[in-house]
């Protein structure tokens, strides 16, 4: 049974940082792509950002490009999504998500990914 469980959300101001973290269990994830996406309240889930867990490519979101990392650390079987310079468009719930598919490059499609997290609120003041 694969598990993801995403931790670090808050409250902050904007301007100001959080780290996302994601914890998975029940395999390891060598041949998996792994993406954070969000979903704003009367909003479509959407796409923030994907890692390769072999090649550590990375893609974003424009919307966050520059501003948003995501990183993995094979040891912990975690995934980390390091937000700076947040804005109060970034207010959302942040989810953490599988694919099998093991894309060189991160797809982008939320129907796309197999596991997905039971998400982590992110609110950011102006």
């Known amino acids: 049974q694969v598990q993801l469980v995403e931790s670090g959300g808050g409250l902050v101001q904007a301007g100001g940082s959080l780290r996302l973290s994601c914890a998975a269990s029940?395999?390891?994830?060598?041949?998996?792509?792994m993406g954070w996406f969000r979903q704003a309240p009367g909003k479509e889930r959407e796409f923030v950002a994907g890692?390769?867990?072999?090649?550590?490519?990375?893609t974003y979101a424009d919307s966050v490009k520059g501003r948003f990392t995501i990183s993995r650390d094979i040891a912990k079987n975690a995934v980390y999504l390091q937000m700076n310079s947040l804005k109060p468009d970034d207010t959302a719930v942040y989810y953490c998500?599988?694919?099998?598919?093991?894309?060189?490059?991160?797809?982008?499609?939320?129907?796309?990914?197999?596991?997905w997290g039971q998400g982590t609120q992110v609110t950011v003041s102006s």
């Open positions: 029940g395999r390891t994830f060598s041949s998996y792509t």
């Open positions: 998500a599988a694919d099998r598919w093991n894309s060189p490059v991160a797809r982008r499609a939320v129907s796309l990914y197999d596991y």
């Open positions: 890692i390769n867990w072999n090649t550590v490519s990375t």
